[in-house]
């Protein structure tokens, strides 16, 4: 085997930049990095450490669902929430609702054009700065592998990890420009656990997609003060997954699945994202935390 400097291309082909630098996997750390950026206060402020007053967040897919009340969370926190989706009338009710701090943006995930002008809006709100972005638009296509469509996979794959990647991409300048920030990405337990019976190949595959992301971006952007995690969801009602409420089978399939015995309430998901989003979370990095009812435990 070749020693690591002498590797020509990293795995995957990619040959502009050396695959292993020379120094070590990462590079040897600054004074600078090596101070707690948060010393130790002698009085613990628990409540404190939660507190987005005055920080930019985007949430994306905020128009219905877990997304809408994961804006009304960040804001309720204090942060100005930049609110996206294609459904600009929802988000208009939500703007309406959350009075100010709250800037709705039209924006379909899967265009270029959008996620720039999304990310660009909340950069001008916070004078160039962005501190959050929640990666949670989301959509699933229900059905066995052998006849689903390559194009709902493609789709599926395009909404819930692509453009995952392009915004993570898109925020990274300007949460570097303001000091830092904190991403988190929307995953789910699908991402983690097989979904079958509810048979959804290309949502299994981009989810799991978005919690090696999140290790990998975790891993290249923490020494930038850019943290990278995610939260994986297990069953929360939502239009995603409203054809299983009311059907008997399903609701008996949750609750005979999950530890708890019942699917989530939305607020339950509150406490995972504002941990993440804020300052609770400094040194945690790359991870996916799982807010599931115990269905994935055993
Ligand atoms: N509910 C659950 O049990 C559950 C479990 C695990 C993970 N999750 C994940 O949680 C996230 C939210 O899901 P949810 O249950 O709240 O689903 P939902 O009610 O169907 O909401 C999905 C949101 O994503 C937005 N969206 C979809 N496609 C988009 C696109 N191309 N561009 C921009 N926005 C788009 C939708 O807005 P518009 O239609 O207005 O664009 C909507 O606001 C998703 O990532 C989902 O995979 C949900």
């Avoid at 070590?24 to 613990?44: G, I, V, W, Y």
């Avoid at 669902?65 to 600009?88: P, S």
């Avoid at 799982?290 to 435990?297: A, C, K, L, N, S």
Wanted: glycine share 12%.
């Amino acid at each position: 085997m070749e020693p690591p400097d002498q590797q020509a291309a990293p795995e995957g082909g990619g040959r502009r930049d050396r695959a292993v630098p020379r120094s070590a996997q990462f590079p040897p750390p600054t004074e600078d990095l090596m101070d707690d950026p948060t010393p130790d206060s002698p009085t613990p402020d628990p409540t404190g450490l939660f507190d987005l007053a005055g920080r930019v967040a985007v949430v994306t897919g905020a128009s219905v669902g877990l997304g809408n009340r994961m804006a009304r969370v960040l804001h309720a926190a204090g942060a100005t929430v930049v609110v996206g989706a294609r459904r600009m009338d929802r988000l208009e009710v939500l703007a309406d609702e959350l009075g100010d701090r709250c800037i709705p943006v039209a924006c379909d995930v899967t265009s270029g054009d959008d996620c720039e002008a999304l990310v660009e809006t909340a950069a001008r709100a916070g004078d160039g700065h962005l501190d959050v972005l929640v990666n949670n638009a989301g959509i699933s296509v229900i059905g066995p592998a052998e006849t689903e469509t390559y194009e709902d996979f493609t789709r599926v794959v395009d909404v819930n990890l692509n453009a995952v990647f392009r915004l993570c991409q898109l925020a990274y300048g300007p949460m570097v420009a303001g000091g830092g920030g904190s991403i988190v990405n929307v995953s789910s337990i699908l991402g983690l656990v097989a979904g079958t019976p509810v048979k959804q190949a290309g949502y299994c595959a981009a989810k799991a997609g978005v919690v090696n992301l999140t290790r990998e971006l975790g891993a290249q952007w923490a020494r930038r003060g850019v943290r990278v995690n995610s939260i994986a969801p297990g069953w929360f009602p939502s239009e995603m997954t409203e054809v299983m409420w009311g059907d008997e089978s399903s609701e008996r399939f949750v609750a005979t699945n999950t530890a708890v015995g019942r699917a989530g309430a939305t607020h339950e998901l509150d406490g995972a994202l504002l941990f993440l989003a804020s300052d609770a979370s400094t040194y945690v990095i790359g991870q996916t935390l799982v807010v599931d009812g115990g269905w994935t435990i055993r």
